[in-house]
């Protein structure tokens, strides 16, 4: 028997109720992969990518874009692809019903990938952060100038993927239909929104306790200095990328700061999956999350953390996040050492039982043997959540997470 | 390349990681980090994006250079003259 899989509305953080469902980029009949992104998804919290989380070949394809669904909503359904008979056959009326509706109501693909092509060639998209060299003539450059199109969101349909003035009437054609259900300032407020309620509710109902430590990063901050040294800018490591690495580790030794407590008891998370809160440009935060951090390389976490900086603070360049990182986060890190404080003492986001917060690198005189010399150290914070963890393991973590700050080469 | 060129691509690079930054808005003299308010993730990703479009190699040892606009545009300059010759 072939197992049929739902593919349900998902739930993006624990203050979603609702989503829309923009654009499919998959048909009935298309393979897809765990991870493959295979919609289009308008939330509060700004248009998402939403992702396969099972391998499968599509069978059905029950709503259509541009409504919006509860979460748990049924929109579309997978058969399990190990299964070599009863291959299933594609619903032609449906999937002539919904390119119809795209066609009708003018709905064009808001990024490159996947709906153009012909080919199921999801794995485009799903290639890790890289920015696409635009191909325009100076004619195209020009008319995308003097109706202000960001040339990198069309996309092109000349050689190569290069843009041609066709691309560009296209755009100007969509301008007419508002694909955004919330503007700006709406996305803002929800956020506000979210922020808020989500907060009130863990000081409301956490007992937090915060411990911090100040850490010697002299030996972290000259590992990154040889590392970087001649590289280029997509080689370049920053010392969160280090931190993250080193807070991964650390929660191997120390699991009760890893996970969820629901319904009145606590659930250890079956992999680390650290949350990275990221301020955006006009107000407000976004905490996407990196998946399983401790089975990374420092330059992995690095790659995957300048993409998602990159794409939380471009959405409305609809550069979007993943779904799968704004759902299963299992601990939290706020970074404001550059914005020059020098301790945060962070709010759980629940139903998280940690945060961690970082501190700026201050220098400060250490004592080394008989010697002063100049060093630099880190304040990192630690908030947990009293029903789960005590102080003792609190400060164990803290103390054994600046002893891996210690080795970064073994990081 | 000449400077014209060289300039609109640095404010593009800026643009690609701060959308709201004018060219009006920035002084040549100080730094753009400052300036455009960009954290280090931004600054790296701002280099990325000048190296895609001028496609001159920028290594570590230019970074410091890379941080006025004055300076960027002698510099990419400089790169950009030894290459075609």
Known sequence: ?411 | MNKINIESFIIEAIQSVAPEIEKSNINRDEDIREECDLDSMDFINYLEALQESTQIMIRESDYPRLTTLTNAIAIIQDKSEATQS
């Open chain 1, 1 to 411: 028997m072939t197992k049929s899989i739902d593919i349900a509305m998902p739930s993006l953080g624990a203050d979603m109720t609702e989503g829309m469902l923009v654009e499919w980029l998959i048909k009935v009949g298309d393979k897809v992969k765990h991870g493959d992104v295979i919609a289009v998804l308008e939330t509060q919290k700004g248009a998402i990518d939403m992702e396969a989380y099972h391998d499968g070949i599509v069978t059905e394809i029950l709503v259509k874009p541009l409504n919006t669904f509860p979460v748990g909503k049924v929109l579309a359904r997978l058969k399990e692809i190990n299964s070599k008979h009863n291959l299933s056959q594609p619903n032609k009326t449906l999937v002539e019903t919904i390119e119809k509706t795209h066609d009708t109501q003018k709905v064009k693909p808001i990024v490159k990938p996947v709906n153009q092509s012909k080919k199921n060639d999801i794995k485009k998209i799903n290639k890790r952060f890289s920015r696409h060299r635009i191909t325009a003539s100076p004619i195209v450059r020009k008319a995308a100038k003097a109706h202000q199109i960001d040339l990198s969101i069309v996309s092109g349909s000349g050689f190569n993927g290069a843009i041609i003035l066709k691309d560009i009437t296209a755009v100007l054609n969509e301008r007419n239909f508002k694909i955004n259900i919330y503007t700006s300032d709406e996305k803002l407020a929800n956020m506000r929104k979210i922020i808020a309620l989500t907060m009130s509710e863990s000081k409301k109902e956490i007992p937090h306790f915060y411990l911090s430590l100040n850490i010697p990063i002299n030996k972290a901050q000259k590992w990154l200095q040889q590392t970087n040294q001649d590289k280029a800018p997509q080689e370049h490591i920053l010392l969160i990328a280090l931190l993250l690495k080193a807070v991964a580790n650390t929660l191997e030794k120390y699991p009760r700061l890893n996970g969820f407590y629901r319904n009145d008891h606590f659930e250890l998370a079956k992999n680390i999956n650290i949350a990275n809160v990221i301020s955006l440009r006009s107000g407000g935060v976004l905490v996407p999350s990196i998946s399983k951090v401790d089975q990374l390389s420092v330059r992995d976490i690095m790659q995957v953390l300048r993409g998602m900086t990159f794409r939380s603070r471009s959405i409305d360049r609809r550069e979007r996040l993943r779904s799968s990182a704004l759902s299963d986060a299992s601990i939290t890190i706020a970074n404001m050492g550059e914005r020059g404080v020098d301790r945060v003492f962070g709010i759980i986001y629940p139903p998280q039982v940690a945060i961690i917060g970082f501190g700026r690198i201050n220098r400060v005189p250490q004592v080394c043997g008989e010697q002063i010399n100049i060093g630099e150290q880190l304040n990192v914070c630690l908030s947990a959540d009293h029903r789960v963890v005590d102080g003792m393991l609190g400060a164990k973590f803290l103390n054994s997470l600046a002893k891996k700050l210690q080795n970064p080469e073994q990081l």
